[in-house]
């Protein structure tokens, strides 16, 4: 559909409905909205965004798709409770401003989320229209429409107004996604909120994990720039358990209440034979390199090398897989094997990712996994034996089990492996905070309301949920600001 | 705040970081980069720390781009990012007599372990070695927190002419063994000194410097093998029981980017000369 058919189409709908003869089947008959994207073989070589956005038009005819039904089940799929049906209706109407007022509401991060969110397995799973097509493919494309009222405030004048001071001090430890909304919400109480980063730039997973092509650095700075503009202070290169700990900043440094948000912390290695030869990498460290230490730059201004590999095997099945897998493309990679021991459809990345990822060239070999890694004399990687896999019962995720197909060994020639199969948690706050309780995994345990076992300490995110998305750790982030909010005022009135 | 030249290529400079002063204990270290969008994050340790100038000191070798951009850097520069103190602390106690090896640079991080020991009650003897007498660094130092130094170099222009790991056998092979060994200093050394004190039963502690990227356990890049399972240097180290670490595997992995790294120096070197010409 051009351009001009779209404008065409939206008039006639825009008559009915003034009319008032805009019936359900009409708006099932309006086809859905593909997200514009950069060609896959141009964008094999650059690392701009791929997804372009919406025009006005496309967002138009998609939000007239939805049915604005009475049951809403798709704000019951949100994990921050968008009102998401009123959102979509305004934007029909193309009161675009009003729509991106009603997202913030609920949630601090728009344009983050409209890119970045397992939409498929939140709001849209649920969507109505999907359901009537037995598709969640062709349900309201309720992330790009969200994305496309962010972006379209690029300039805007978003920040929130603020409280009078409460001379109250909250520390927020990592700036993350959690840790920014914790750090907006309660700097518009009024408290005096300081951010504590671990590394010379903000932004946690959101700037050294997550791509340039998915997630533009861009977008995530200007939401840390509105946090500045609120007052908010940011100390980098402060890891908190090291410079200071959470008892120091509590004690000596006169912080009335924290939000730990340090997120998931150490790589998962699969334990076999040959990991820690050279070229094995975990999904941490590649993406890190690349993207926070801009490599793909090396040799023109950027300093930290990255393995310039020819035949790159990524193993796993997740999001973090997918952008490895990318980003080994990016990087020059003639070939890019994704190896995940389960089939497609247990693959727990976002249906657009896995798309993307096979546009731009990458080659899944599904039900198969590395059984051991191999060298040269240098300890250089040549090559990963995999077993093949087959399906067997559920199990306790609910998904088919994979079960090793014994002899089935075969090899295949790579020079680098990047190990993408999840975290487990960073230790170092659990050593260097006595009295912070933790679960047998190194989580840290919780309440309802995201407060810890020690006083005035809150915590949410990675660390808390163990490995989650960007839109849980929000969530977190300001169900632990409400609770800090409602601590620090009960606190206020008793020292008053 | 201050600097220096310690020999041909080591360097040393006092940098103003307070809050690291503060917290910095003997075995930690401090993750640096010069400027915030393009230089590489490198770990270097913490010679020495004065929380009440709020100073530490850090002392470097030049090997390639970034450790040359340091050394070029003047009085008064700032290095864009100083992050610490990382690392797990060394275990201090009163063990009885310990024999501190430091090879080349790896003096450096030796010097405030040997200081807490010696303040623990413990007898130092110290083995200093290096390639060549102008090489040798911080032996005054050492002198004042030690019972014994012990000097080598392998060409015999200072002190013993003998590797590290002569001295260090002798001592073992002494009616009362040491109690406690601390090698810091190249890979290979540090392989060595443990090959030879591991016939004698006697503990040995080394300080691993691997790559790293954030240092925090995040990225995972200075994973060595340990008793045959990975271990994070940032997090579970830097220190470790020595007799467990495999050291031919952390070789290879330190020369993982050295082409790279190789091509970073020589370009960095040739831009460095033109600046020259310019003046």
Same mark, same amino acid.
């Given at each position: 559909?051009?351009?001009?058919?779209?404008?065409?189409?939206?008039?006639?709908?825009?008559?009915?409905?003034?009319?008032?003869?805009?019936?359900?089947?009409?708006?099932?008959?309006?086809?859905?909205?593909?997200?514009?994207?950069?060609?896959?073989?141009?964008?094999?070589?650059?690392?701009?965004?791929?997804?372009?956005?919406?025009?006005?038009?496309? +967002?138009?005819?998609?939000?007239?798709?939805?049915?604005?039904?009475?049951?809403?089940?798709?704000?019951?799929?949100?994990?921050?409770?968008?009102?998401?049906?009123?959102?979509?209706?305004?934007?029909?109407?193309?009161?675009?401003?009003?729509?991106?007022?009603?997202?913030?509401?609920?949630?601090?991060?728009?344009?983050?989320?409209?890119?970045?969110?397992?939409?498929?397995?939140?709001?849209?799973? &649920?969507?109505?229209?999907?359901?009537?097509?037995?598709?969640?493919?062709?349900?309201?494309?309720?992330?790009?429409?969200?994305?496309?009222?962010?972006? %379209?405030?690029?300039?805007?004048?978003?920040?929130?107004?603020?409280?009078?001071?409460?001379?109250?001090?909250?520390?927020? !430890?990592?700036?993350?996604?959690?840790?920014?909304?914790?750090?907006?919400?309660?700097?518009?109480?009024?408290?005096?909120?300081?951010?504590?980063?671990?590394?010379?730039?903000?932004?946690?997973?959101?700037?050294?994990?997550?791509?340039?092509?998915?997630?533009?650095?861009?977008?995530?700075?200007?939401? !840390?720039?509105?946090?500045? #503009?609120?007052?908010?202070?940011?100390?980098?290169?402060?890891?908190?358990?090291?410079?200071?700990?959470?008892?120091?900043?509590?004690?000596?440094?006169?912080? $009335? +209440? +924290?939000?730990?948000?340090?997120?998931?912390?150490?790589?998962?290695?699969?334990?076999?034979?040959?990991?820690?030869?050279?070229?094995?990498?975990?999904?941490?460290?590649?993406?890190?390199?690349?993207?926070?230490?801009?490599?793909?730059?090396?040799?023109?201004?950027?300093?930290?090398?990255?393995?310039? @590999?020819?035949?790159?095997?990524?193993?796993?099945?997740?999001?973090?897989?997918?952008? @490895?897998?990318?980003?080994?493309?990016?990087?020059?990679?003639?070939?890019?094997?994704?190896?995940?021991?389960?089939?497609? #459809?247990?693959?727990?990345?976002?249906?657009?990712?896995?798309?993307?990822?096979?546009?731009?060239?990458?080659?899944?070999?599904? %039900?198969?996994?590395?059984?051991? !890694?191999?060298?040269?004399?240098?300890?250089?990687?040549?090559?990963?034996?995999?077993?093949?896999?087959?399906?067997?019962? %559920?199990?306790? @995720?609910?998904?088919?089990?994979?079960?090793? !197909?014994?002899?089935?060994?075969?090899?295949?020639?790579?020079?680098?492996?990047?190990?993408?199969?999840?975290?487990?948690?960073?230790? %170092?706050?659990?050593?260097? &905070?006595?009295?912070?309780?933790?679960?047998?995994?190194?989580?840290?345990?919780?309440?309802?309301?995201?407060?810890?076992?020690?006083?005035?300490?809150?915590?949410?995110?990675?660390?808390?949920?163990?490995?989650?998305?960007?839109?849980?750790?929000?969530?977190?982030?300001?169900?632990?600001?409400?609770?800090?909010?409602?601590?620090?005022?009960?606190?206020?009135? $008793?020292?008053? | 705040?201050?600097?220096?030249?310690?020999?041909?290529?080591?360097?040393?400079?006092?940098?103003?970081?307070?809050?690291?002063?503060?917290?910095?204990?003997?075995?930690?270290?401090?993750?640096?980069?010069?400027?915030?969008?393009?230089?590489?994050?490198?770990?270097?340790?913490?010679?020495?720390?004065?929380?009440?100038?709020?100073?530490?000191?850090?002392?470097?070798?030049?090997?390639?781009?970034?450790?040359?951009?340091?050394?070029?850097?003047?009085?008064?520069?700032? *290095?864009?990012?100083?992050?610490?103190?990382?690392?797990?602390?060394?275990?201090?106690?009163?063990?009885?007599?310990?024999?501190?090896?430091?090879?080349? *640079?790896?003096?450096?991080?030796?010097?405030?372990?040997?200081?807490?020991?010696?303040?623990?009650?413990?007898?130092?003897?110290?083995? /200093?070695?290096?390639?060549?007498?102008?090489?040798?660094?911080?032996?005054?130092?050492?002198?004042?927190?030690?019972?014994?130094?012990?000097?080598?170099?392998?060409?015999?222009?200072?002190?013993?002419?003998?590797?590290?790991?002569?001295?260090?056998?002798?001592?073992?092979?002494?009616?009362?063994?040491?109690?406690?060994?601390?090698?810091?200093?190249?890979? *290979?050394?540090?392989?060595?000194?443990?090959?030879?004190?591991?016939?004698?039963?006697?503990?040995?502690?080394?300080?691993?410097?691997?790559?790293?990227?954030?240092?925090?356990?995040?990225?995972?890049?200075?994973?060595?093998?340990?008793?045959?399972?990975?271990?994070?240097?940032?997090?579970?180290?830097?220190?470790?029981?020595?007799?467990?670490?495999?050291?031919?595997?952390?070789?290879?992995?330190?020369?993982?980017?050295?082409?790279?790294?190789?091509?970073?120096?020589?370009?960095?070197?040739?831009?460095?000369?033109?600046?020259? /010409?310019?003046?």
């Amino acid at each position: 559909m051009t351009e001009k058919e779209r404008q065409k189409l939206l008039q006639q709908l825009l008559e009915k409905q003034k009319t008032g003869k805009l019936k359900p089947a009409d708006r099932y008959e309006i086809p859905p909205q593909d997200m514009p994207a950069q060609d896959p073989v141009k964008r094999r070589a650059n690392v701009n965004e791929v997804a372009t956005g919406y025009t006005e038009t496309q +967002a138009r005819l998609e939000a007239m798709r939805c049915l604005q039904c009475k049951t809403a089940p798709c704000i019951k799929g949100c994990p921050v409770q968008i009102r998401i049906q009123d959102f979509v209706a305004v934007i029909a109407d193309g009161d675009f401003k009003k729509a991106l007022a009603i997202i913030k509401e609920n949630s601090l991060l728009p344009a983050v989320c409209g890119r970045v969110c397992p939409q498929e397995v939140q709001c849209q799973q &649920t969507c109505t229209v999907g359901l009537k097509f037995k598709d969640t493919g062709k349900a309201v494309s309720i992330g790009r429409l969200e994305r496309f009222v962010a972006d %379209l405030d690029q300039n805007g004048d978003g920040t929130p107004t603020v409280a009078p001071e409460t001379g109250m001090k909250v520390a927020v !430890i990592g700036s993350g996604p959690g840790g920014i909304v914790a750090a907006a919400d309660t700097a518009r109480a009024g408290h005096d909120v300081t951010i504590f980063e671990a590394f010379h730039k903000t932004g946690g997973v959101m700037v050294y994990g997550i791509p340039e092509f998915r997630l533009p650095k861009a977008i995530v700075q200007e939401e !840390i720039d509105v946090l500045t #503009k609120m007052g908010v202070k940011i100390v980098c290169n402060f890891i908190v358990g090291r410079t200071r700990t959470i008892e120091q900043l509590m004690t000596e440094d006169g912080f $009335d +209440a +924290a939000y730990i948000g340090v997120g998931a912390g150490l790589p998962r290695f699969m334990g076999i034979e040959g990991e820690s030869l050279v070229g094995v990498y975990s999904a941490n460290e590649y993406l890190t390199r690349a993207n926070l230490m801009k490599a793909y730059d090396f040799g023109k201004g950027a300093d930290t090398p990255i393995a310039l @590999s020819k035949k790159v095997a990524v193993i796993g099945g997740g999001n973090v897989t997918m952008d @490895s897998a990318r980003t080994a493309v990016r990087l020059g990679a003639e070939k890019v094997y994704l190896v995940y021991r389960r089939s497609e #459809k247990e693959m727990p990345a976002r249906i657009e990712e896995v798309h993307h990822a096979k546009e731009e060239g990458v080659e899944f070999h599904i %039900l198969q996994s590395p059984k051991r !890694i191999i060298g040269d004399q240098n300890s250089h990687v040549t090559a990963i034996e995999c077993l093949k896999y087959r399906l067997g019962e %559920l199990d306790e @995720s609910g998904r088919r089990r994979p079960i090793p !197909i014994e002899g089935s060994e075969f090899q295949i020639d790579v020079d680098a492996v990047i190990i993408a199969i999840g975290n487990i948690a960073n230790p %170092l706050i659990r050593q260097t &905070t006595p009295g912070l309780q933790f679960n047998k995994w190194g989580n840290i345990i919780v309440d309802e309301n995201c407060k810890t076992s020690l006083e005035g300490v809150y915590a949410g995110g990675d660390i808390v949920l163990g490995a989650a998305t960007v839109i849980l750790a929000m969530g977190q982030g300001r169900i632990a600001a409400a609770a800090i909010n409602q601590y620090l005022e009960k606190k206020k009135l $008793d020292t008053d | 705040m201050s600097k220096s030249q310690l020999s041909e290529d080591v360097f040393t400079a006092d940098v103003e970081a307070p809050l690291i002063a503060e917290a910095g204990k003997p075995g930690q270290f401090v993750i640096i980069s010069i400027s915030s969008e393009y230089s590489e994050r490198i770990p270097l340790t913490i010679a020495d720390a004065n929380p009440q100038k709020g100073t530490i000191r850090l002392i470097w070798q030049r090997v390639g781009k970034t450790t040359a951009e340091l050394a070029d850097m003047k009085v008064g520069d700032e *290095i864009a990012n100083v992050a610490g103190p990382l690392g797990r602390p060394t275990h201090i106690e009163n063990f009885g007599t310990v024999v501190c090896v430091g090879g080349g *640079i790896g003096t450096a991080p030796l010097l405030p372990i040997a200081k807490a020991l010696k303040k623990a009650g413990n007898k130092i003897i110290s083995i /200093l070695g290096a390639r060549t007498k102008e090489l040798l660094i911080l032996e005054d130092e050492f002198a004042q927190v030690s019972d014994e130094v012990i000097i080598t170099t392998d060409d015999g222009s200072y002190g013993r002419k003998a590797l590290v790991t002569e001295p260090l056998k002798e001592l073992c092979q002494r009616s009362r063994k040491p109690d406690q060994v601390f090698a810091i200093g190249p890979a *290979i050394m540090m392989k060595f000194c443990c090959a030879a004190t591991k016939q004698f039963d006697v503990p040995t502690q080394v300080s691993l410097n691997t790559i790293m990227v954030d240092a925090t356990g995040m990225c995972g890049g200075c994973r060595i093998e340990f008793d045959g399972k990975p271990k994070f240097v940032c997090v579970d180290g830097p220190e470790f029981d020595g007799h467990k670490v495999n050291f031919d595997l952390m070789m290879k992995r330190l020369n993982a980017y050295k082409d790279q790294e190789q091509k970073a120096y020589e370009q960095y070197k040739k831009h460095g000369c033109k600046i020259g /010409l310019d003046k």
